[in-house]
């Protein structure tokens, strides 16, 4: 009986033990450190759609369709002295109207690094590299036939630059610095020449660069994305190139969502016009990390 008894206070003591909640180890300030300094990567990929059909339509209209593909990849890293940030955003589309031949309407890849250096004040220094070109052949359709203008690294745009930095308020980041500019061509030189170098191929610019980039939660479901870029020439600083990007995506499902666009940009080896894209469209988007 004196075993039995026994045997079942045991069994309780074990069960009484095993509901105890055990409190995790605590986390050292040397494991705090290492953990803040990992590599964090951060992506999204997923596809765009806006389709408009007819049939036996009496008021007019002309069938379209559009989609783009686009890939967001983010590697960011805190280093003891430094914080390094690595964006690199591709999107690739085509539209078609009608019984028109498809069209493209996104195509760009951008890459660009950022190492900033830490210092005790509200502005940190830091240098920077950015990338930018086309992924594939571009057009311009407003001329029959239409005119091929750029491929892949042709123009192609390298951007260095170094200065100080604030990023001292969630979501917003701006810089300021002195900027270097490399312009790549080949067969498509009208982005490297002008009336004084009629055919070259390699453009070096040297002047001030201004970035400053935006995201806003409005609500769980409601993300604004924008980022405004300055950049004037030494030689001339009463003409500047502009590039302002706006996105603002609403989250309908986990993997659904709306995205209106809008893309102002001013550079007069473009155009001398304001050139403006905008676009709303129905996505399907899934996050990578």
């Known amino acids: 009986m004196k075993k039995i008894l026994f045997a079942i206070l045991f069994g309780f003591a074990g069960i009484s033990a095993s509901a105890v909640e055990v409190p995790p180890p605590p986390v050292s300030k040397a494991d705090s450190v290492i953990a803040a300094r990992e590599w964090k990567p951060s992506g999204n990929t997923g596809v765009n759609i806006s389709q408009v ?19 967001n990849f983010g590697l960011n890293k805190n280093f003891e002295k430094f914080r390094l ?33 830490k210092l005790a004040w509200n502005i940190d220094p830091y240098f920077s590299n950015t990338v930018r070109t086309v992924i594939a052949d571009g057009y311009d359709y407003a001329v029959k036939p239409k005119k091929q203008i750029s491929t892949f690294w042709d123009p192609g745009y390298l951007t260095q630059s170094f200065g100080f930095a604030f990023d001292k308020i969630d979501g917003l980041n701006t810089r300021l610095g002195v900027a270097f500019q490399e312009t790549f ?12 170098h ?4 390699f453009k070096f610019e040297t002047g001030v660069e201004s970035v400053t980039s935006y995201k ?11 980022r405004f870029r300055l950049f004037g020439r030494f030689d001339n600083l009463d003409v500047w190139d502009v590039r302002f990007d706006n996105t ?10 709306v995205n209106f666009t809008a893309l102002v940009v001013h550079e007069i080896s473009q155009t001398r016009r304001t050139q403006l894209k905008q676009g709303l469209q129905f996505g399907f988007i ?3 990390f």
């Not at 007819?54 to 686009?70: A, I, K, P, R």
């Not at 061509?185 to 004084?196: E, I, P, S």
């Open 53 to 71: 059909s007819f049939t036996n339509w009496s008021q007019g209209g002309e069938n379209s369709l559009t989609w783009s593909l686009f890939f």
């Open 85 to 117: 940030k690595n964006q690199l955003k591709v999107a690739y589309g085509m539209t078609k109207i009608g019984d028109e031949p498809f069209k493209t309407n996104e195509n760009e890849i951008f890459l660009e690094t950022v190492l900033t250096y």
């Open 185 to 196: 061509t080949n067969k498509f030189r009208q982005y490297t020449t002008d009336a004084d």
């Open 198 to 201: 009629p055919d070259r191929t």
């Open 216 to 226: 806003c939660n409005f609500s769980d479901n409601l993300l604004y994305q924008g």
């Open 248 to 257: 603002l995506t609403a989250k309908i499902t986990k993997y659904i969502n």
């Open 286 to 288: 899934y996050n990578l």
